[in-house]
């Protein structure tokens, strides 16, 4: 039972989540962008979406429509529900459980578990000068997920209908960050070269094909 309640999924994935929100308490503050997106989904919750620039006196009576609505409306209502230290908890549970994913399928891949560990670690902490409780942060885990359904395909893992579950993602994703250009960009392009390929190995089939002989 212990075995099977510790897996090296989840010793990874409460080591990840403990050590963000301790590290990243007061550090996923520091960008002002943090708090601003705040404030715009607080304006959008109590006044409607906003038309025209609230915040810059040089932009003032020009159009503007905030891009990232949806995530700006998540933020100030998990601000609501429990301050920064709720959005502080969706941030640190959504970055761990992106990572424990890598980390599950390297092991899956053969790799053992502390070798896993210290290269998704790794990772982990590389990246972590980009990482604070601001929008761009669906676009990380989004793009991740894309990465990994595109391998999945091309290695037999998965059918064409784990594919086609990316366009309500992306439908979502639009609505939360302009990443989303990234996720079908990368999604296109898979496609694209899988069509090259397959051209290219028919046509390479056809011209392999051995010539009948002619008739007596």
């Not at 601001?134 to 091309?154: K, N, Q, S, Y």
């Not at 993602?169 to 392009?189: E, F, I, Q």
């Amino acid at each position: 039972m212990l075995r099977r309640l510790f897996r090296p999924e989840t010793v990874f994935f409460l080591l990840t989540w403990l050590g963000l929100m301790v590290a990243f308490r007061d550090r996923g503050f520091y960008d002002p962008g943090a708090l601003w997106h705040i404030k715009v989904g607080e304006i959008i919750l109590d006044r409607g979406m906003p038309q025209t620039d609230p915040f810059s006196y040089t932009f003032e009576g020009e159009r503007w429509v905030p891009q990232q609505w949806g995530a700006e409306v998540l933020m100030a209502l998990s601000h609501r529900v429990g301050g920064l230290d709720a959005m502080l908890l969706g941030f640190a549970t959504g970055v761990a459980l992106l990572f424990t994913l890598i980390f599950r399928r390297a092991v899956q891949g053969g790799m053992g578990p502390i070798l896993a560990g210290v290269v998704v670690g790794g990772v982990l902490f590389v990246g972590a000068f980009h990482y604070f409780v601001r929008p761009h942060m669906f676009t990380i885990a989004f793009l991740g997920w894309t990465m990994m359904c595109v391998i999945d395909f091309e290695r037999g893992r998965c059918t064409i209908w784990r594919l086609a579950g990316l366009v309500p993602l992306y439908v979502l994703w639009v609505n939360l960050h302009g990443g989303v250009l990234g996720g079908t960009m990368t999604l296109g392009l898979a496609v694209a070269g899988w069509g090259l390929l397959f051209l290219v190995r028919g046509s390479g089939e056809e011209q392999s094909q051995p010539t009948p002989p002619p008739p007596p």
